[in-house]
Structures are given as C-alpha cells and as structure tokens.
C-alpha cells in the first residue's frame, strides 16, 4: 500500500535519488561497502530510522545480507563502485540462478575516466553475464523512478535486477518530482523453506538453470513495452539509440535528431529497436565506454555505427561527442564547439597527503630506510634501487607513491599488497619486502592474505595504517571503529587481538606522529625472521581535527637543508629559495612530524618565534 504524498520538488544528486526511490518502494535493509561514486547512496539512505542500513566488511558480505533479507521477505538494496561487483561476483551471480522471495536490487557505480579507481570497466556485460535485467538512469529523476520499476520487476520475474549507474549521474544533480511516499507494507513474510530454489547442489542448480532461461526470455519481451524505453520522434534523417547520461550529451549535440532513449538495457527491446531502425535514415549509438548497445543491435543484423567515432575510452561529454560527429561527418561546422577554458592562474595542487596525515610519517620512515629520499638541491642522486620492496593497497595513502616520499612500489586492488610480498617474498626477491594496508582496507579483505601468510610460512612485514575512519572515500565508520552507519555504538574489532588470534607473535602497536618509534619498530620487524605486523595508528586529522597552535620555522636557525620538504606536508612550503610553513594549514601540535625530523631544531610553535622577534 501506498502512503499519501503530496508532490514536491527536490533537488537531488542521482545518488540521492536512488537512495529516496528504494525508500519510498519500501526497500528494508541496505548495505554497502564505500567506494566512490556510490558511496552516498548508503550515506542518504541510513538517515531514514524505519529501514536497516550497514556498512558491511566489504562487498561481497554486503551483498549476501542483502540476498538474505530477500530470501526472508524484505525488500533489499546493495550498491557498490563498479569494481566492488567484482568482489561480490560469487554471490550475484548465485542469486542470479537462486532468484528471489522479495525483491532485490544491485546499485552498481561505473567511473568512466577513472576518477577514483584503479580501472574503467563497463559493468553492463554482468547483466548479460548473470542473466539479470539491467537498468541504467539518464539523471536524477529517472533514478528516483526507476527504483520502484526494478524492486516490482525483481518480484515479478524472481530476479535481482542490476541498476548501473555512472559517476556522472551518482554526482550530478537535477530537479526531481517527487510524487511517492514511502509504500507500507506487511512484516516481512519471513524464510520458507525451499531446498530447490535456495540450495543449490549440482542437481538443483540443473533444474534452475533452464528456469533462468526462461526468465531472461519473458524479461526481452517484457522489455517492449517497458514504460521507460522510449522513442522521441524528431527529423528522421537520423536516429540515435543511447542511455544514461550519453542521452543528455546526446540531446545537446543533435538537438532535432530522433532518439531511442534506453531505460532498460537488458535485455534489449529487439522489436522496438527494430521499429525505431527502419524508420531513420541512419541510426547511430552513442554511449561511453564499451560499444555494449552497439554489438548488441548489430548482432540484430541492423546496420548501425558507434564507436567507430565515439570514443571508448573515457567520460564522454558533449564537446567529445560533437568532434567526433565532426569527423565522423555528422555534423558541419556551423555550429562550433563551445570549449571551455579553465580559469586562469589557478593554483597548483600536487597529489599529497593531507596536513597532519597520520600516515606521512610511516612512509617518511620507509623512504628513508630504503634510501629513497633525495634532498632538494643536493647532488647526490637517490638510488635507483631501493633497499626495500613496498607492496600498496587501496586507500588515500597511495598518495605516497609520487614524490617526495616515493615509498610505494605496486597497488592493484583490495587487499593485494600482503598476496603480493607473500608472492615476492617467495619468488626469492633479494630485498626486504614490506606490505602497506589501511584499516578499512585490511578488514575489507587484507585478513585472508594474512592468514595465508601466516599458513605459507611467510617472512614479510605487514603495516596496516590505522587512522580509524575510511579515509578516502568521506570517512565512513567501519568495524574497527566502532559506529554503525546509522551512528549506532556497537563492538569495535580490535586490529591487534584479532592480528593475535590468527596466530601473529610479532605484533607492534605505534603512535603515528612518534618517527623514532616507528623507524624502531620498522628496523625490528624487518630484522625478524618471522612474519610481523606493526600497527600504526593516529586518527585521520580531517576527520577528527585537532589543531593547536601552528608551527612556524626560525629563519635564523633554518639552514635551508630541505629535510623537512621530504615529508611532502602541504603546509611546509619553499618560496624565493627559502622554506616556511603555511599556517593555515599547519595542524600544529596534533602532528610535529617536521618538528621531530628537523637537524637544526628550527622549528617552533608559532608563538615562541614571535616572542623571540619582540624581544
């Protein structure tokens, strides 16, 4: 049953939207692990009190409390980035074969141009893999609409249904209407017992698996009709068939051209498709990333170009489409392309760690260790081998990598820094390997490579950079800390008992603005035989800010040697050949990293210097 709304107007980003759409469908529990641009979607959806909402350990676990409140009656959301779907593969693609009770829905977040990830797949090809219905958003009011489509389409067919998102619409806002309320329903109906359906042993699994064929079937014919794929009828002599935001790009490159816009992307209405086809001169897809539309339609035996001129590499947007309709001969010249310059003068920004980063110290100390560091204006080259091998993982600390620190050699997805050094370490590498994790990222999936190592008989050294917050994707709480999603105080997961109880004996907890504990610590464990963990551990001062009195630097003191620069801290800045501190952005006290690291002790609290200058 419905609740009675009266219509009003929003402004919503599309990741706001489709958090407001699954509560007003009557969505029941939430999960999520963070990642950008999905990120707030949970965010948005944990403020309302009357639904469960979590951040899960990580993705492929939030995808399975998801499938379990579904299989118990509750209408279910999961939403991750696009490469979270690869942590939860396993458990789609089992719910793909298993179906549904109540009606289940994978927000998946795509990141053309690879804003914040490590690659730029097109996840539609896991609708086509799993056999699930697909729908995809062009702006923030079809996201808040479709919510309520796929949750009755998941219901209807006995399917979780994809929503695949991208960065541009999570991001972007746009006016909604919004003309639900919040549907009531009945108690969930609870688990009914169905080993055919839930259990799925080879034999069983042989029986769904023609029963997902037949799905898929009567979803393509459902297709045809659905309410949101919709053909816009303008001059014939061209037809664009798109979805997403490339219909927005789209529209303002061929304003008066004939549009078959997709809701639904799969499976793809082949009648309508067919229909828009033979009534255009020339069809043309445009669509960012892979040419998923276009290979489908042309397997139709319908003749129709794409990214033979539209690029696939990339965000598109509407300067991008319209050069590549010029080339392509689409278009003449005599609308030009409004290009827009950046604002003149614009200052600089570097990728570094943040002022009073918890984690600049930990890789100052392994630069250093590894000979990395080369001082500003020194002659002596820093060597081109390093002593030590660092292993990165996922997180704002892989920052670290560019200068000054230039303490992280690999980083490829979560939790693979300690299955690397494990895999370098027993290739025979001849230096000393060391693997960098995150909180976050460690309890996300760093504890099985541990447990691995532990088992192998691995001599490594693992750090895990403990700043007590998921840092890099807007600080949202995690098992360590504590703090549900909803701000609920709950039990914190204590790094060092569980690093204790999978059986580590070397374990060191340090203060991540103490340098000589951690070059202490770090010195030890390398030297150890035995696999180590050192916990490093500071709160992340964005998060928790404790700024005190500004540091500044005594210039009669100061003999410019530059030490301090190699911390990379935005705040310690050289300008006419001389070095001070920016005290806008010095944290003071909460850090003193420069302070600790300095030669000539030229660095004070603020107020000592001006007390020394009125004098």
Known sequence: MQAE??????????NESLALGAYHAGVKVATSYPGTPSTEILKSIALFDDIYAEWSTNEKVAMEVAMGASYAGARSLVSMKHVGLNVAADPFMAISVTGVNAGMVVVCADDPGIHSSQNEQDNRYYAKLAKVPMLEPSDSQDAYELMSYAFNISEKFDTPVLMRTTTRISHSKSVVNVNRGRSVSATPSGFQRNVKKYVMLPGNARIRHPLVEERIAKLATYSETFPLNQIEWGERHLGVVTSGIAYQYAREVFPKASYLKLSMTYPLPQN?????????DKVIVIEELDPFLQ?????????????????MIGELNPNIVK????????????????????????PKRPPLLCPGCPHTGAFFVLSSIGQRLKLPGSRN????????TITGDIGCYTLATYPPLCAMDTCACMGASIGQAMGMEKAGIGNKVIAVIGDSTFLHSGITPLVNAIYNGGQITVIILDNMTTAMTGHQEHPGTGISAQGKKTKAVKLEHLVKGIGINDIKVVDAFNI???????????????????IIRGSCTVHTPKRSEPLSINPEKCNQCGICLMLGCPAIQREDGHVHIDSTLCVGNACTLCQQIC???????????EDTNSL
């Open 5 to 14: 709304v009266i219509e009003v107007i929003k402004l919503l980003s599309g």
């Open 272 to 280: 309508l498709i067919r229909h828009f086809a033979a009534q255009v």
């Open 295 to 311: 290979e489908n339609i042309r397997s139709m035996g319908i003749d129709v170009a794409g990214k033979e001129f539209i690029p």
């Open 323 to 346: 050069e590549a309709s010029y080339s392509a001969g689409l278009l003449d010249k005599t609308s030009p392309l409004q290009k827009t310059e950046p604002a003149k003068e614009l």
């Open 381 to 388: 080259k820093a060597p081109k081998e390093s002593t030590l």
């Open 516 to 534: 000589k504990a951690i070059r202490t610590a770090i010195k030890s464990s390398i030297n150890n035989p035995e696999l180590s963990v050192i």
């Open 599 to 609: 030669p000539q002790q030229a660095i004070v609290p603020q107020s000592n210097l």
